[in-house]
């Protein structure tokens, strides 16, 4: 049984019903931390841009790197302090007394930890509408924490009683938790969305860019925003651009992200043992991503688990920039006919289909075909205002009149 996916004709329809409701929704969310992530970013566009319902945030644990974002756009959080993967009393007690409080419509919680202590607490203090956020599609012993495994193991078996909904930003996601004994028949698919009026084709942008980093607007170039982590597999990619140097084309390769610098000795030994240090930019953690997404021509996700909802590919594509990934959770979902898809950790295919791709971007009307395809697959499908829409719409079906 697969979740339901928001169609367009549902879409039409939440959004009607949301805008003839006279009352507008007071939405609690309840999020594990605030570090930069795509729940947390995703959970930042839904609170900065619904015009219609009523946001609050309460995050378990501090502030973290988003938090003053949060801030700056004048959406409400209450932190509780509590130590990374310990629950306290004082923070419990603290919760059921805020929700006792402000007594939300819906008490709509964001990860494991969150969907255990937030659902469970909204229970007690009289919520009936409880919607937990599944995100995550890969929880492999020896990588993923122990405590989170546990977390989502006992979300499973509390699934039927606590959530009048679980929604996941991705169907993948769904699988995955069906098989931990989540109830699938609380699932409802509804895939993250963009603000697009920050995300979009800018050539100055791609023009300054580039400069900076010393590179003709004529070389092509690939890249990937990741941070440095196994689950990425930056080995793969790095394997697979060191054949196609071997194949004899000219390309250079922008590697942006927390860890992406020459004080990575494992990654600056990677790419030496390799021989591709000559074709590869370490840019680093940026915060212009847009202006980024802009500059490569081709953005590569060579992740081998672990993805839901890769963000990255659906950022790159409204800027205009096709993309190349394996094949984990929704990316190929994202990616539809506008780029490629891969299998994960075989550098051999990953290589000659980034040899194909630059084929084809030497044919600047081809591949100016394709920019403009990649582009509009996400205005059609992944605007912010759908991912509010759907939210919106599993929210009334929790509970609300």
Known sequence: MMARRITHAEHLDSRMQTHMLAKPLNVLHVITGLKEG????????LCRNDRHNVHRVVCLMDAGQCGPRFDEAGIEVIYLYMPSGRVTFAGLWRLWRILRELRPDVVQTWMYHADLVGGVVARLAGVKAVCWGVRNSNLMPGVTKRSTIWVATACGFLSRVVPS????????????????????????????????????????????????WGLEDDMPLFGMVARFDPQKDHA??????????????????????????????????????????????????????????????????????????????????ACGTPCVSTDVGDAAFI???????????????????????????????????????????????FSVQRMIDGFSAAWHRAGPA
């Open 38 to 45: 795509g729940a947390e970013n995703s959970l930042y566009r």
């Open 236 to 317: 793969n990619l790095i394997a697979a651009l060191a054949q196609l140097k071997g194949l004899g084309w000219d390309f250079r390769c922008a590697l942006i992200g927390v860890g992406m610098n020459a004080d990575n000795t494992e990654l600056v030994h990677l790419l030496e043992a390799h021989g591709v240090r000559d074709r590869v930019l370490l840019v680093g953690r940026r915060s212009d991503i847009p202006a980024v997404m802009n500059a490569l021509d081709v953005h590569v996700l060579s992740s081998r688990f672990g993805e839901a909802f890769p963000n990255v590919l659906a950022e790159a594509m």
């Open 165 to 212: 909904c679980i929604v996941s930003c991705s169907q993948h996601a769904v699988e995955v938790h069906r098989k931990l004994s989540y109830s699938a028949t609380k699932f409802v698919v509804v895939p993250n969305g963009y603000n697009l009026s920050l995300l979009g084709p800018d050539p100055e942008s791609r023009e300054r860019v580039r400069a900076e």
């Open 335 to 381: 990616v539809g006919d506008t780029g490629w898809i891969v299998p994960p950790s075989d550098s051999r295919v990953l290589a000659d289909q980034l040899a194909m791709v630059l084929g084809e971007h030497a044919d600047s009307t081809t591949w100016q075909a394709r920019k403009q395809r990649a582009q509009q697959r996400v205005v059609d499908t």
